[in-house]
């Protein structure tokens, strides 16, 4: 049996392969930062402020916030601000049931 010869034709990349292989590589490139764009927009999508998310309870002075999402809790202590007539309320505060405005 005559041994084989090596194919000289698969060795050297014809014009046809040197762009198809351009083509594919565009394309896998493209594909990449597609996926990219998708996992940062299915990050942001799970991180973000969702409705019903936090619940609060209030008892007396102090407030829990309850994040549903990281099963995490946050007790906040509330202070009594005392504002007195002469005196004009910080903006952002609402008047009390005495003052009038």
Same mark, same amino acid.
């Given at each position: ?25 565009? !394309? ?8 990219? +764009?998708?996992? #940062?927009?299915?990050?942001? =999508? *799970? %991180?973000?402020? &969702?409705?019903?998310?936090?619940? !609060? ?8 916030? +309850?994040?549903? #999402?990281?099963?995490?809790? =946050? *007790? %906040?202590?509330? &202070? ?22």
């Amino acid at each position: 049996m005559p041994p084989k010869e090596p194919r000289i034709e698969s060795q050297i990349p014809t014009p046809d392969t040197v762009t198809s292989l351009k083509r594919v590589e565009r !394309f896998l490139r493209l594909l990449t930062w597609q996926m990219f +764009f998708l996992l #940062a927009l299915l990050l942001y =999508l *799970a %991180v973000r402020p &969702q409705a019903g998310r936090y619940q !609060f309870t209030v008892a007396g002075e102090d407030v829990v916030v +309850f994040d549903t #999402a990281s099963s995490r809790a =946050l *007790a %906040v202590k509330l &202070q009594k601000q005392v504002v007195s007539p002469g005196e004009k309320a910080e903006p952002g505060t609402s008047p009390t049931a005495g003052e009038s405005k």
